[in-house]
């Protein structure tokens, strides 16, 4: 077998999804692209699907531990860390998140994937919440989590959302 043929493959696959759209990338031309056979792909992700998540899910995971490692006590600058991190995920997979075939695709599991998200930063975005009441801490993180997700998709200004928080952090 091929040496790092799993991150080859993610790869090969990445590239054809941001180029060609979801539907336009397969098993089979991603295989072909790799120079290996389709069952040889099967070996390694049993769907075109799965193959999608595992490259989102390791960048996802690069794009937390990037936000983790913000070491800022200024919430506004904070916030703004955590935001632009997560537009650059965002503007790395547009085209999938904008591509009908895709959105059709992964319905189902939108809305759990996007609590998931939410859930997710609000833990990054918790030790910024020390004016809050212990008991209302993890709500308000969670608001402010799902308001930066929004504001990120939307292309919303962040200095003019942040006024709206401000106040309470």
């Not at 390791?58 to 200024?74: F, H, N, Q, Y």
Request: glycine residues 4%.
């Amino acid at each position: 077998m091929k040496e790092n043929l799993k991150e080859q493959i993610q790869l090969e696959a990445k590239r054809q999804m941001i180029t060609w759209g979801y539907s336009k990338t397969t098993i089979r031309s991603v295989a072909t692209a790799c120079k290996i056979g389709v069952g040889t792909m099967y070996t390694y992700f049993k769907s075109k699907d799965e193959l999608i998540s595992s490259f989102m899910l390791d960048d996802w995971r690069k794009c937390i531990a990037e936000m983790e490692g913000v070491s800022c006590t200024d919430p506004k600058v904070f916030l703004g860390k955590v935001q632009e991190t997560l537009l650059k995920f965002i503007h790395k997979y547009e085209t999938l998140f904008r591509d009908n075939d895709a959105i059709r695709a992964f319905a189902e599991v939108f809305s759990e994937r996007h609590m998931q998200l939410r859930s997710r930063l609000a833990k990054v975005i918790m030790p910024i919440c020390s004016k809050i009441e212990e008991s209302d801490k993890e709500l308000f993180a969670e608001h402010i989590a799902e308001s930066i997700i929004r504001w990120s998709m939307e292309g919303k200004d962040f200095d003019r959302q942040y006024k709206i928080i401000e106040k309470l952090i």
